[in-house]
């Protein structure tokens, strides 16, 4: 059931089997399974997360290589619906261990904002990250090539930039090592900094041994057309073509509600099993937020795994389902 203001009421008082934190792929792919488990989930989602932004999953096996990630997700949430899980749009604030349940407390709606706690046996972290963006006086234009030719996941679209005139943007030293990399795919790289931080001695001549270009001067606009972004202005009114480009400027992860829980965390990353079990027995980490590779694929395979975890526990501690009508009865003698 989609819930909202008008008729959550009606699952407060209800102990879901789990909760999933997160809407994404692997969020959908967790509930799906868990449903068809006959367990019984809620999705609380924030929207618009990094799979909504993805304009063309040219990497997912099955999917036309133009589909976008906004239909992909569509297709999964009507298909948990279908299924009778429940799904929310809010923005999970905290979540309490309460023993033998967790409460998690919701934001809904950003206007008249009401706070429901929700209860379930086991919590499924699915709530990813988002990509941090060069930061212009006018976003919108950066909005208007982000997930079309100007990437942020080099092992999902590499293959997109290969052997183009290449724009990496970085706002870190660290992260111009992204260029090293990137190389596998295209040598024709120009580094941006957008003026951001300083760059070593020792960075700018292994720049030069490869034969990368470094712009230091802040980005002004990317300039393009219909979402093909062909080049950048640079503050001092100068330009410089390019044919795609890498934003390398990190990310943010969306784990603040797990911040009060005793998790062992490897960075921004929560440690997991091979089920994607982390440190607590019943809380489960999925896809960006776990360690390991972010791709859709990933998260989708993360989400089976869980929900089969919670199931073959939630089984093992239930009594057995019986035909009763196939029952021997034997009267005593």
């Given amino acids: 059931m989609k819930l909202s203001k008008k008729n959550l009421a009606q699952r407060l008082d209800h102990v879901y089997d789990a909760i999933v934190v997160g809407g994404g792929a692997g969020g959908l792919s967790a509930a799906i399974y868990l449903q068809r488990y006959l367990l019984s989930s809620l999705v609380i989602e924030k929207g618009r997360g990094r799979s909504f932004w993805m ?12 589909t976008p990630g906004r239909v992909m997700l569509k297709q999964g949430h009507d298909h948990l619906l279908s299924l009778e899980g429940d799904y929310l749009m809010g ?12 409460a998690v407390k919701v934001k809904v709606g950003k206007q008249e904002s009401i706070y429901p706690v929700f209860r379930a046996k ?14 212009l006086e006018n976003m919108q234009n950066v909005f208007d090539y982000a997930g079309y030719n100007l990437h942020v996941c080099m092992i999902c679209d590499g293959y997109e930039m290969a052997n183009k005139r290449c724009g990496l943007f970085a706002s870190s030293e660290g992260q111009i090592n992204t260029a090293f ?55 001092d009114g100068s330009t410089i073509a390019l044919e ?90």
């Fill in 55 to 66: 304009q063309d999953l040219r990497n997912y096996l099955g999917l036309p290589p133009d």
């Fill in 181 to 235: 990399v990137l190389n596998w795919f295209t040598p024709y790289l120009t580094v941006f900094t957008h003026g951001l931080f300083e760059v070593s001695e020792a960075m700018r001549q292994k720049l030069k041994d490869h034969g990368y270009q470094l712009v230091e001067t802040p980005i002004k606009q990317f300039l393009g057309d219909k979402h093909e972004m062909n080049g950048v202005e640079l503050v």
């Fill in 122 to 135: 086991y919590l499924i972290a699915a709530s990813g990250i988002i990509d941090n963006l060069p930061q």
């Fill in 244 to 333: 795609t480009g890498l934003v390398a400027m990190g990310s943010h992860y969306y784990n603040e509600y797990l911040q009060g829980l005793d998790l062992e965390w490897k960075g921004g990353n929560l440690v997991t099993d091979n089920m994607c079990r982390t440190s607590h027995p019943r809380i489960f980490a999925l896809g960006d937020l776990k360690e390991g590779i972010n791709q859709v694929s990933i998260a989708v395979s993360d989400g089976t795994l869980a929900a089969t975890a919670i199931w073959r526990e939630i089984r093992r501690a239930s009594p057995p389902r019986l035909w009763q009508d196939n029952l021997i009865k034997t009267e005593p003698s």
């Fill in 91 to 102: 923005f999970v604030e905290e979540v309490r261990d309460e023993g033998d349940t967790f």
